[in-house]
């Protein structure tokens, strides 16, 4: 019976240690699948240590206008019928949606649960479009000297590496040729790997430092966080400031943000952010941040972010990055790509900031439009509701230049 009783003790012990690894490795694929993943998106500082980035003493107004936009009688057209913006929400399961015109917000809402004005949402890979921003905010100041400086200058740690002979504009083009296409439904892929790193302890160098290069930097695009992660790396030695530290007093604090920012961090020490995925901010500074890129890279009179910086971000110029020939490197037929950013090409050549499970940060420069739309996919990538998003927001564009 004591016997008996002991190992059956034993076995639930060890039954529930076991469940607390599973529990401990898989926390990401739990916390970030429905429904649990409304509440991390914007609880993202409950979860993991953070870093705030700080706002000025006094904002700059983000003005509501006189004349707001009628979502409500916007229509898309997807899959062969018009849809409304009210159908995009449910089909897409958006959290929060802003539209702001020339600086002034002409409609916001928050269908997500959590959601709301004050309320900080992860995103993810919209986070490289920031850090983009970041970078080109550096060059001008001449604290990185030229893109084409060798990633090792600036992180010796990775000399003898994949990313060893990889400039910097390697990687603001995704193009460092280092490791295989981001695939988050495969277990063991270096993203998960990292990943997991990230989030439980261990040292994301190694991870890094273990990929291989498959291709001759610059000759090919492959999406690739890792990348990202590495430029965040960079401009944190060369400004000597953490990334939350240079945010807040390169972007942040001259944009006049309302409300504190902040990155969460690796759980390893030293603590880092992630360059490619980190940073959560309310919906109405983000849509400050896309003001910026709508103006020119102006905030009032002042040039924020460089003039040409904000150009090379609307497309690039080679063949391998335009709009249909990413596919082979973990993209769509819908975009291109340059300088952190997706694009869409066409006349207007608007662009968008994305990250997993539908984030988007979308500017029309020729109208100055921006629209912030976060959401809650089940999935990481979703090219089915990608396309539907780019639609619908497209069809918003439209709506906006039609009431000007």
Known sequence: MRIGRALGI??????????AAWLWRHQGDIAFSRPVNEWTFTHMDRVMPTETVHRPLAARALPTSSTPLGVSGVRYEFEGRLRSIAELHDRTHTTAFLVAHRGEVVHE??????????????????????????????????????????????????????YDGVTLEHLLNMSSGVGGVEDWTVPDAPIKQFEEAVTTGGSVLDV???????????????????????????????????????????????????????????????????????????????????????AGGRVGETQLVPEAWVARSRGSDLPQF???????????????YSNQWWTLGGERRAYTGLGVHGQFLWIDPDSETVIVKTSAWNDPDDDARDAETCAALAAVVRAVVASE
């Open 10 to 19: 034993t076995a639930a012990v060890g039954a529930a240690a076991a469940g």
């Open 109 to 162: 809402s928050y269908p997500g649960r959590f959601a709301g004005p004050t309320a900080k949402f992860q995103l993810f890979s919209l986070t490289k479009s920031v850090t983009s921003m970041l970078v080109g905010i550096a060059l001008e100041r001449g604290e990185i000297r030229a893109v084409t400086n060798p990633v090792v200058d600036y992180v010796p740690s990775l000399k003898g590496s994949g």
């Open 208 to 294: 890094i430092r273990a990929l291989p290069r498959l291709r001759e930097p610059g000759t090919a695009f492959n999406y690739s966080t890792v990348d990202t992660h590495v430029i965040g790396w960079l401009l944190e030695a060369a400004t000597g400031k953490t990334l939350a530290q240079y945010a807040t007093e390169h972007l942040w604090e001259p944009m006049g943000a309302e409300s504190d920012a902040f990155y969460f961090l690796t759980r390893g020490k030293p603590r880092t952010a992630l360059g490619g995925g980190s940073l959560n901010a309310t919906v109405r500074d983000l849509a400050r941040v896309g003001s910026i890129m709508a």
């Open 322 to 336: 335009q709009v249909g020939a990413l596919m082979d490197g973990g993209g769509t037929a819908h975009y291109g």
